[in-house]
């Protein structure tokens, strides 16, 4: 009788990045959460960390956003967990972090994610202090389409900032952190009163205005902030450290209502003239998605089929 073959069968634990993260923690084992293997922390969620997941059997890698039961402890949060799953469960999109799986144990909730290995946004501008105008156009043109295509979903993201824009291997943006996602059915639902986001990246509306505010417009300021930030280097309404009372809310509002929008010498009329249309205190007067892809400098990288 001839040997029996051994199985052919992939060993995990031979993959280069399991190898390097066992160098760095050498007495610790390697936690499992399902199939996946967990390895370094690539972020701090609000409910927990994303770890960076490696199939046991296939070596893919992933990202596993781990969320503690313990701390999604009421209904509010853990509704806030559910909507990130059921809007992640409708997007399909190139700039659109996608959903592989969600993992439920004793302990934990795991949603598994597409890996961005380009890291944040935020790091690769500081690294080059601040980008070309050729590269955030490219960049800009992404994030663009990707919530011109959850718009359309009648989503919207209501969180838009540098944190939560990463990059896939090939430099391209992937948005994440549907936490603050919400649906706005027709017109009259454009009109949503929950106030979320970060408030260096959030619109006027949101604090300033009592009750309801119009959905679409708010992810307009947000990416009307990233594009400046990717071309200033800075954000255009930082709750400035030399300001005793930064931390106040309120204040920074009344600075954006009140201040005209200024730029560094290195940034283009083109540009100028596109953000001057987004950074719109009253979102009345605010460009829509669709004049903004419409803009001359988003030419170069038009997004064709879609305006
Ligand atoms: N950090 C948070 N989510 C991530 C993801 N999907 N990919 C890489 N890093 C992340």
Redesign the pocket.
Known sequence: MQPTEPALSYDVYQHPKAIAYQQQHPRRSLPKFGPYLLLQT??E?EFGK?K?GLHEEWGEEV?V?LMRRGNVDNQVRLSKVEREIEVLKKLKHPNI?RLYDVIETDKYIGII?????G??LFDHILAHRYLREKDACKLFAQLISGVWYIHQKKIVHRDLKLENL?LDRNRNV?I??FGFANRFEHKADDLMVTSCGSPCYAAPELVISEGAYVGSAVDVWSCGVILYAMLAGYLPFDDDPSNPDGDNINLLYKYIVSTTLTFPDYVSEGARHLLGIMLVPDPKYRASLQTVMQHEWLAPYLIAGLV
């Open positions: 690539l972020g969620g994303v960076l990202a956003k972090v994610l597409e890996y961005a290995s890291g944040e990463l992937i994440t952190d």
